[in-house]
T-cell receptor
Framework: AQSVAQPEDQVNVAEGNPLTVKCTYS??????LFWYVQYPNRGLQFLLK??????LVKGSYGFEAEFNKSQTSFHLKKPSALVSDSALYFC?????????????FGTGTRLKVLA | NAGVTQTPKFRVLKTGQSMTLLCAQD?????MYWYRQDPGMGLRLIHY???????AKGEVPDGYNVSRLKKQNFLLGLESAAPSQTSVYFC???????????FGQGTRLTVV
């Protein structure tokens, strides 16, 4: 079965420092991986995705993610954190079994950027 | 172009009452999904639809029913609400050929 794990419930980082939010996955076949962000009282917003190709993918708001097949990881990164990046981040994998295209989410990681 | 719109945004129900949550999308997406979000559990798939007139069960379907009579609408029904259904409900949709899903703003439901 497809699954994703986000091992950290919360990540704290000082403003201006680099940030990493971790995600590991388990899939059969080629993984389609996603990061979403949720701001308070809002829906999920798509940040970026990995489908194929370059292992470093760039997304919205200066975020990027590194796909590592040997470690089955897809960590979200940003070179310099902003206080406004504070939010709940979800990693997801797409399960395309039988053409159903379901999305399986991790439990989420709360990012707090401290001024 | 409103995207994915959920109605209502907030609701308080008494145990045993019924209600319907409406999800409407104006992007002509074939795929639609209902998720619930609970603290520490992320998002869990309740039901989904791969096209008009079709629905299927997700990970946590018990206590919910759905209908997709029109392509743009996906309804989630609670026939007899229970406190365990207190949650934030999110609808999402996806277009064939596009890999990512788009989410609505959520419905916060409290069952007392």
């Amino acid at each position: 079965a497809q699954s994703v794990a986000q091992p950290e419930d919360q990540v704290n980082v000082a403003e201006g420092n680099p940030l990493t939010v971790k995600c590991t996955y388990s899939v059969s076949g080629n993984p389609y991986l996603f990061w979403y962000v949720q701001y308070p009282n809002r829906g999920l917003q798509f940040l970026l995705k990995y489908i194929t190709g370059d292992n470093l993918v760039k997304g919205s708001y200066g975020f990027e993610a590194e796909f590592n097949k040997s470690q089955t990881s897809f960590h979200l990164k940003k070179p310099s954190a902003l206080v406004s990046d504070s939010a709940l981040y979800f990693c997801a994998v797409r399960d395309a079994t039988s053409g159903t295209y379901k999305y399986i989410f991790g439990t989420g990681t709360r990012l707090k950027v401290l001024a | 172009n409103a995207g994915v719109t959920q109605t209502p945004k907030f609701r308080v129900l008494k145990t045993g009452q019924s209600m319907t949550l409406l999800c409407a999308q104006d992007m002509n997406h074939e795929y639609m999904y209902w998720y619930r979000q609970d603290p520490g559990m992320g998002l869990r798939l309740i039901h989904y639809s791969v096209g008009e007139g079709t629905t299927a069960k997700g990970e946590v379907p018990d206590g919910y029913n759905v209908s997709r009579l029109k392509k743009q609408n996906f309804l989630l029904g609670l026939e007899s609400a229970a406190p365990s259904q207190t949650s934030v409900y999110f609808c999402a949709s996806k277009l064939t050929g596009i890999t990512e899903a788009f989410f609505g703003q959520g419905t916060r439901l409290t069952v007392v």
